[in-house]
């Protein structure tokens, strides 16, 4: 109890003090953040709790939490260093037209984010079943997954930028409803791998697993990936130009980003790791935060792959 209220209470602290930082940023606005928490934070992951009633959480077993976490801050370290800044930045650079650039950073993701850091808890001795704890749903988590995508649909449908951007794509090309329809399920697909593996196997099969089990809290384990997972988002906002799709008049300074990943990323979070936490299913989460990118990625998509 002592270890999940001090988690509790440092991300009040870093998230205040994040508010604060996007105050004083030109670039930035900051009204919306209490928003942002108690919708996302507060509200989906209320939703995800009660979603799951009646869950039975999959057994995944951590055999050295200390260990592992070492290693775990070892690759969060260099994936964050010099993979999400530079390194991707670089794939951009060097495949500049589209559809290939999508296709090379996908490929990358998934090298870096995914199959590096399963080779390394292999060699830590885990098996591939354990690593990618992917099950069939059962009844609870279809109706997890059903109301989950709603909620998220409802909300994504009615603010946000990803409604005006499909909406004037259909008017400039002429296209149906039905045919975006059937676009759609194949962009889905596409962050299902993109966004949903490469961050849900990292962040939550791994990182929070570890956490939870480090820290003997799944409250601390579940706020303190919420806020790595936020934090990972940042050097996007800097060195790949993240900023344009967030609405921001410019590119942030790495203060700025980090308060900004903080405030609006960081309370996603919070709704997949409660997920997580509930059912210990990679298959629930992945499919759900692909879902998730959709509406708002889903005009840029077809722009790269169609032209």
Same mark, same amino acid.
């Given at each position: 109890?002592?270890? #999940?209220?001090?988690?509790?209470?440092?991300?009040?602290?870093?998230?205040?003090?994040?508010?604060?930082?996007?105050?004083?940023?030109?670039?930035?606005?900051?009204?919306?953040?209490?928003?942002?928490?108690?919708?996302?934070?507060?509200?989906?992951?209320?939703?995800?709790?009660?979603?799951?009633?009646?869950?039975?959480?999959?057994? &995944?077993?951590?055999?050295?939490?200390?260990?592992? =976490?070492?290693?775990?801050a070892?690759?969060?370290?260099?994936i964050?260093?010099?993979?999400?800044?530079?390194g991707?930045?670089?794939?951009?650079?060097?495949?500049?037209?589209?559809?290939?650039?999508?296709? *090379?950073?996908?490929?990358?993701? !998934?090298?870096?984010?995914?199959? &590096?850091?399963? !080779?390394?808890?292999?060699?830590?001795?885990?098996?591939?079943?354990?690593?990618?704890?992917?099950?069939? !749903?059962?009844r609870?988590?279809?109706?997890?997954?059903?109301?989950?995508?709603?909620?998220?649909?409802?909300?994504?449908?009615?603010?946000?930028r990803?409604? @005006?951007?499909? *909406?004037?794509?259909?008017?400039? @090309?002429?296209?149906?409803?039905?045919?975006?329809?059937?676009?759609?399920?194949? +962009?889905?697909?596409?962050?299902?791998?993109?966004?949903?593996?490469?961050?849900?196997?990292?962040? @939550?099969?791994?990182?929070q697993?570890?956490?939870? *089990?480090?820290?003997?809290?799944?409250?601390?384990? +579940?706020?303190? =990936?919420? !806020?790595?997972?936020?934090?990972?988002?940042?050097?996007?906002?800097?060195?790949?130009?993240?900023?344009?799709?967030?609405?921001?008049?410019?590119?942030?300074?790495?203060?700025?980003?980090?308060?900004?990943?903080?405030?609006?990323?960081?309370? &996603?979070?919070?709704?997949?790791?409660?997920?997580?936490?509930?059912? @210990?299913?990679?298959? &629930?989460?992945?499919?759900?935060?692909?879902?998730?990118?959709?509406?708002?990625?889903? #005009?840029?998509?077809?722009? *790269?792959?169609?032209?």
């Amino acid at each position: 109890m002592k270890v #999940a209220l001090a988690a509790v209470l440092a991300y009040i602290v870093f998230y205040g003090a994040s508010v604060a930082v996007l105050a004083r940023d030109p670039h930035l606005e900051a009204g919306e953040t209490l928003g942002v928490l108690l919708v996302f934070g507060l509200g989906f992951s209320f939703v995800a709790w009660l979603a799951t009633r009646g869950a039975t959480p999959r057994r &995944l077993r951590v055999r050295s939490p200390g260990r592992e =976490m070492a290693w775990l801050a070892l690759l969060l370290v260099g994936i964050g260093v010099g993979f999400l800044g530079p390194g991707l930045t670089a794939v951009r650079a060097a495949v500049p037209t589209e559809p290939s650039q999508s296709i *090379a950073l996908l490929a990358a993701k !998934l090298v870096v984010l995914v199959v &590096l850091p399963a !080779l390394v808890f292999r060699w830590l001795g885990y098996t591939w079943r354990e690593l990618f704890a992917f099950a069939s !749903l059962d009844r609870v988590e279809r109706r997890a997954l059903v109301i989950l995508m709603a909620a998220t649909a409802l909300l994504q449908g009615t603010v946000g930028r990803g409604p @005006r951007a499909i *909406a004037a794509l259909m008017a400039e @090309r002429g296209l149906p409803a039905w045919e975006l329809g059937l676009v759609a399920l194949p +962009v889905w697909a596409w962050l299902t791998l993109e966004a949903g593996l490469t961050e849900e196997f990292l962040f @939550r099969v791994l990182l929070q697993s570890r956490l939870a *089990a480090w820290l003997k809290s799944e409250t601390a384990g +579940v706020i303190g =990936m919420a !806020l790595l997972f936020g934090l990972a988002h940042a050097p996007g906002y800097v060195l790949r130009g993240a900023h344009v799709a967030e609405g921001m008049t410019g590119a942030p300074s790495a203060l700025s980003a980090v308060a900004y990943a903080t405030v609006v990323v960081s309370p &996603l979070g919070l709704m997949f790791g409660v997920l997580w936490a509930r059912t @210990r299913n990679l298959a &629930l989460v992945v499919v759900l935060h692909g879902f998730a990118d959709l509406i708002p990625n889903l #005009a840029p998509m077809i722009r *790269a792959f169609s032209g």
